[in-house]
């Protein structure tokens, strides 16, 4: 899986649940690492994802977010496809 699939995964796996998910069940089912998660959720961050949530907590998205990214943040998009 792409890393830009798998963000969009992680944001759709994240809309569905109202509770934290950890990175631990997240990385379980992308099955990647939990470290390559903690790098996806901050570059979800870095994008404006409206994301709450830390280390052995676990993460949500935000109530009440539609989770759109704000076009001018669009532009940092474009190495994600790249890499």
């Known amino acids: 899986?792409?890393?830009?699939?798998?963000?969009?995964?992680?944001?759709?796996?994240?809309r569905a649940r109202r509770r934290p998910v950890t990175a631990l069940e997240l990385a379980e089912e992308l099955g990647v690492s939990e470290r390559?998660?903690?790098?996806?959720?901050?570059?979800?961050?870095?994008?404006?994802?409206?994301?709450?949530?830390?280390?052995?907590?676990?993460?949500?998205?935000?109530?009440g977010s539609s989770c759109q990214i704000s076009p001018s943040r669009r532009k940092n998009w474009t190495p994600l496809f790249s890499g």
């Open 1 to 14: 899986m792409s890393k830009i699939s798998r963000l969009f995964e992680m944001l759709g796996m994240l």
């Open 36 to 63: 390559s998660v903690y790098r996806d959720v901050e570059t979800l961050r870095l994008l404006g994802a409206p994301l709450d949530g830390q280390a052995g907590v676990g993460f949500v998205l935000r109530r």
